[in-house]
DNA sequence: TTCATTTATTAACAATTGTTATCGTGGCCC
DNA sequence: GGGCCACGATAACAATTGTTAATAAATGAA
């Protein structure tokens, strides 16, 4: 999570990127839609989700000073496995993937900064995973409580519930005896 | 898993690499050291395992042709989170971190692949991720039989009980059902 | 404010998994 | 071959989770 930084300068791009304001419950970018434009966050939070069996299945939180974009997707040009929609409202900037990728051309070191970002989203799911299943959900749910409060402070239950992949009234009970 | 698979001609280094054979169950890397080998499995296969409470969990498994290496204490230097164990006798082809750095010194499009292939575990990894929250531990279980039949074939049921996340009690109880 | 919707809690029962222990088999080393 | 150990199956019981439904509280829009 913490790998040595790469300090960037985006300030000198600002121009590159496109601020909008978008309310609760805004879809950035629906399954299944092929991705054009990454975000970062200025304000508010966003999720990850996919459908299953008709069931909102959250899989991962964005807050404050984070970049988000279905990566695959963004890379590929294949369809999203997934949609990132606003959870509070929220402020994000927006920037195409042309003007993404000239920033690259320019400027190797930014390259040198997506990829530190990837090895650290891989570290992040890979631990994870190491984390389900070596835990039950509930001391999943009390490793969130410690390592991540601002979750449990931000986020509604039933999509915590769905990330500790358990149902919503499994998590309510959990609550109850923790 | 599929990107655009980008073309290395291994054999150019092939003298920079070690080949070696390991017995079954023969630790490579432990647990807690620091990572100065990657490896490239020949013949025979490898998990890798972290000790939690006394127990074995083994959340990954590699077979022929594929690269093995704790990524991110090869990378950073840290100590590894997990071990590296061969299951089935093994011929491993072994590369110190210098060699393997010097190739992609001499060489950008080795580089590319390198990302490449973080890209494809990124991908590896949150799919596993998505898929733990989705499914049942039987519905994980049918899709091993499905998409890695081989796992099945050649693993022994423990290991693959704690990749799924549950006891091999249940593992066992969960074949007879199906 | 009012009303509809979303979110969280609780209950009851079914299903699944964990735990512990026992047993049988097969492989492997001496 | 003999004996040890790893591996898998099974049983019995406890604990947890899923499912469905009802209810209460909070939120948001008109």
Not at 40 to 59: A, H
Not at 81 to 90: A, N
Request: glycine content about 4%.
């Amino acid at each position: 999570m913490n790998a040595p930084e790469i300090k960037i300068d985006w300030e000198k791009y600002s121009h590159l990127f496109k601020e909008m304001e978008v309310p609760a419950k805004t879809i950035l970018l629906n399954e299944g839609d092929v991705s054009r434009y990454g975000y970062f966050i200025k304000k508010g939070c966003l999720r990850l989700w996919f459908s299953n069996k008709g069931k909102d299945m959250t899989f991962q939180f964005f807050f404050e000073n984070e970049g988000v974009s279905s990566v695959e997707s963004f890379r590929t040009g294949e369809p999203s496995l997934f949609s990132i929609e606003s959870i509070e409202p929220s402020t994000v900037l927006k920037i195409s993937k042309k003007n993404f990728e000239s920033i690259f051309m320019e400027n190797p070191e930014y390259r040198e900064f997506i990829n530190e970002t990837i090895f650290r989203r891989l570290n992040f799911y890979s631990k994870l995973f190491m984390s389900y299943i070596k835990n039950t959900p509930e001391e999943r749910y009390k490793e969130l409580l410690k390592n991540n409060p601002e979750i449990i402070r931000r986020i509604p239950q039933h999509y915590i519930a769905s990330f500790l992949g358990i149902t919503s009234v499994s998590l309510s009970r959990i609550r109850n005896r923790v």
